[in-house]
């Protein structure tokens, strides 16, 4: 596909489940990024991943949350034990290299109940 | 801690006029970014600016960047009713060739007709 592309759409679950949410970056991109937009803190960031390189973690709000990426593409957020303030969008975006503007996909609405 | 602030936070007017919004940074960097955002819809990429002095115009939307000042302006030229959306300015922060961006809170630009 021509962007980056992120599944499922919307993901409702009960609390305390555990969530895996994908992205798939735009063909050829070596940086990826995780961002969450909810109401109440705006646009944050998550993590990033480039190339090789160790990711940047800095923006996981706590252990319940970690990602990875596989094979340079890929990436998977997963969520253990989701609370109610996990409920957001997460956004997820991939640039050619770190010094180009970021793509984003639509979102993952997750909601939790 | 790199701080964005942006404003007006909301923003209604009425096609045909001008108006700016404005986007305060904190700390050093080195580009700036502005994105919309259309309800429910993700982020589109609008200017990068990368230098103190740096002026872009892409039809009625002009972006310019003050380095010194950490100010950059977004200026909206006779208004029309497609130009409502949400803006966001976003600052990069190369942390270790990480190029996360810390966001505004955003512009919640209304055009009535």
């Known amino acids: 596909g021509a962007g980056v592309s992120q599944s499922p759409s919307n993901k409702v679950t009960e609390k305390g489940k555990d969530v895996e949410l994908r992205c798939d970056p735009i063909s050829g991109h070596t940086a990826l990024y995780w961002y969450r937009q909810s109401l109440g803190q705006g646009l944050e960031f998550l993590i990033y991943?480039?190339?090789?390189?160790?990711?940047?973690k800095s923006g996981l709000p706590s252990d319940r949350f970690s990602a990875e990426r596989t094979g340079g593409s890929v990436s998977t957020l997963t969520i253990q034990r989701t609370q109610q303030e996990d409920s957001a969008v997460y956004l997820c975006a991939s640039s050619l290299d770190p010094n180009q503007p970021q793509h984003f996909g639509d979102g993952t609405r997750l909601s939790i109940l | 801690e790199l701080k964005v602030e942006q404003n007006p936070l909301f923003l209604s007017m009425q096609e045909g006029k001008n108006y700016t919004i404005y986007c305060n940074y904190s700390?050093?960097?080195?580009?700036l970014y502005w994105y919309r955002q259309d309800p429910g819809k993700s982020l589109e990429s609008l200017f990068v600016l990368l230098s103190n002095g740096a002026v872009k115009q892409e039809g009625r939307l002009m972006a310019s960047l003050d380095t010194k000042a950490r100010l950059s302006t977004l200026h909206i030229t006779a208004a029309v009713h497609d130009l409502s959306a949400t803006y966001f300015c976003?600052?990069?922060?190369?942390?270790?060739?990480?190029?996360?961006?810390?966001f505004g809170k955003g512009t919640k630009l209304t055009v009535n007709p």
């Open positions: 991943f480039q190339g090789n390189s160790a990711p940047d």
């Open positions: 976003a600052v990069s922060t190369p942390q270790g060739g990480s190029e996360k961006l810390v």
């Open positions: 700390t050093t960097s080195d580009r």
